[in-house]
């Protein structure tokens, strides 16, 4: 069992993507592939607590 202290969702445009493609030295091709925006959760867990299961 975790215990969340924080829970964050970032989207990253597809503007974003594209530099990030260019800056990687992926071809024009790789880089006009990129239409949409890419969504990521992430969650920080302040603890954990294990439990047997019998």
Known sequence: MLF???AERKITSVE??????????KT??????ITSSKEE???LANGIKAVKIV
């Open 16 to 25: 974003e993507l594209k530099d990030y493609a260019k800056y990687a030295k």
């Open 41 to 43: 959760n992430s969650f």
């Open 4 to 6: 969340w202290r924080d």
């Open 28 to 33: 024009q091709d790789e880089i006009d592939v």
